[in-house]
């Protein structure tokens, strides 16, 4: 069972830059394909970006491609999700999640689990 706690949020101009980390417990980090989902108010939870489990594939929701960059250090057991040019449409919470065996490739919020506590980034005009 993985322990995932998210960080790094905040308020932030539209045009600017934040980094969000993803601190998991246990050794199940390491094996475990990731992802970085959000949730604004009054919508649902969306996919944003998934890393495989060694680092090595990454993909990202269209919305976001070409901003947000995820990655992971596994011997730190952390997870990332650097944001650049933020737009006040990526105001939410953000959460990290472990995608289930299957899920990968999917932009399914559905396939994820165990679930952080979500860390809120705002963006203002």
């Known amino acids: 069972q993985v322990q995932l706690v998210e960080s790094g949020g905040g308020l932030v101009q539209a045009g600017g830059s934040l980094r969000l980390s993803c601190t998991a417990s246990?050794?199940?980090?390491?094996?475990?394909?990731m992802g970085w989902l959000r949730q604004a108010p009054g919508k649902e939870r969306e996919f944003v970006a998934a890393i495989s489990w060694s680092g090595g594939s990454t993909y990202y929701a269209d919305s976001v491609h070409g901003r947000f960059t995820i990655s992971r250090d596994n011997a730190k057991n952390t997870m990332y999700l650097q944001m650049n040019s933020l737009r006040p449409e990526d105001t939410a919470v953000y959460y990290c999640a472990v995608q289930a065996p299957g899920g990968w490739g999917r932009r399914v919020s559905a396939d994820f689990r165990s679930w952080g506590q979500g860390t809120q980034v705002t963006v203002s005009s």
């Open positions: 246990g050794r199940a980090f390491s094996r475990s394909d």
